[in-house]
């Protein structure tokens, strides 16, 4: 618990992803002095064969290191076994195939790239005024959606990231159709939003989704978030996670959803 709250970080990065610098039993330690209730590992998973990185996670190492964790660590704290996988339409049937012969806690799927091109690069933005660039992240992002193949849609409004260095402050109305589209069909599937707050850590004063977007997707009938920091280190695991809690009870949402074996349950804050 964090201040007499249910806690949970489910965005977390080991040395099971290729970016990640630490192990799975540093993170689990940082968690329980936190206090946190649930971390939720979500390790990338990449697909692209031009990828450098698409080779990288190991799958039976992952789930031995979670293995252990638990045997360790479980009585203090729940241990889930999550993946990030970077979504591309042109790949979706590799990512169906992989997903009956690999099981986790929960799936995320999350854009990083938009036709090969990465989202946060100045090569993205550079070809493209600022409607486009974020209308045609929002329509990858809608694929994914549509795709049913995931459980948590990860950091929406992830083009932030290098969009206000290029176009300046970010006005979710302008995109309130695509936002619509993209919310009415979680809201018919029960696919979770998760609030990342790592937007906060990259100066762009946001959480991955905005708080106007949050508002949105609640006003669609939307209840189901979960919430995670994106730590890549100890030190950021549960990063504003109270931000990203008030947020939702701003839009009259009071639990978060955790995962076991692909099995949602709505967690109440309190
Ligand atoms: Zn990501």
Redesign the pocket.
Known sequence: MIERHYAVDYQVHSVRSHDGKFTIDQMCQRAIALGLDEIGFTE?KDFDPDDPVVEYFDYQAYMHDVTLARMQYGSKLKVRAGI?IDYQVWFEDKIGKYLETHKFDFVMG?V?YVNKIKVMSPEYNRNRNARLAYSDYFHAVRDSVLSGLFDVL??ME?ANRAGVAAWGKYDSHAHHNDLVTIFDRMVEEDMVLEINTAGLFHGIGATYPCDKTLELYASRGGTRISIGS?AHHPDQLGGHYLVALEMAKAVGINSVVTWDKRHPTVTPFH
């Open positions: 990338h990030e999350c990083h990860g950091h992830y994106d």
